[in-house]
């Protein structure tokens, strides 16, 4: 690949089998459908769709590499941290994103018990109806159902209103350690990205500390372009890409044809001062 930076990467979206509407296969289609040449899957905490991705991706002729994004608490909040390129049947990998995915189901009941205080019932078996995999049961799936019910006009309202930090129906998680996500990625031969760093509510100072942290422990990269980011995030992160001296990653974060902003493959460039992530994952590329 000449011109390294232009190529249309998308490397991160999510199907069925986490908190997306499309399957594996429908997003392959759709990623090749929208000029997207290089693509990868990245359900949450779960890498059960890979194998249909890859398969789906090679038969349009879609150049693909495996992912992930992986939850984790650093200083009380969540951070996502994207593995590309990654083994998916390597071992402490599997296990250690079961042990992350564990208390799921737990969560979202307290959660509908928190609801249910606040008048709005039966939220649990509610988002149920909405799960494509029993073991992600995720905060977008109340979002989904609150739509549907008339609760919220959008799922961003439902976040702004019930879901996140400090509302009535957030129940607060320990997802997997910074340190030890970073470690599964890059054992099972892939590259540890920070996902959408503008959407952590940190302080100057903690972020510093995430990016520090994140590259002692291996880190390599971090979304500079994503559907969350901005033209200001996008230069602030440029920055600190070039700062920490991190590969930059791009990636729609595609969740639903009528919920996400970005479609996949919408993305703009990357900037060409940086050095795109896909460099390092030459050799992680498959191709048919
Ligand atoms: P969970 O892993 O269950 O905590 O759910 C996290 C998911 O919720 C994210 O991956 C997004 O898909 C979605 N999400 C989080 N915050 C928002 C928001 N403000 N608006 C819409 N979706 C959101
Ligand atoms: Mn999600
Ligand atoms: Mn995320
Ligand atoms: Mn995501």
Redesign the pocket.
Known sequence: MSSSHLVNADLHC?STV??GTLTPEQLAERARANGVQLWALTD?DEVGGLARARSAALSQGLAYLHGVEVSVTFADHTVHIVGLGIDPTDEALVEGLRATRGGRERRAREMSADLERIGIRGAFEGALLYVGNPDLI?R?HFARYLVETGVCADTSEVFRKYLTEGKPGYVPHRWARLGDAVRWITAAGGVAVIAHPARYPFTPTEEYALFTEFKAHGGRGVEVLTGAHGAADVAKYTEMALEFDLLASRGSDF?APDESRIDLGALPDLPGRLTPVWEALQARVQRA
């Open positions: 999510h986490s908190d949450h995720s977008t969740h």
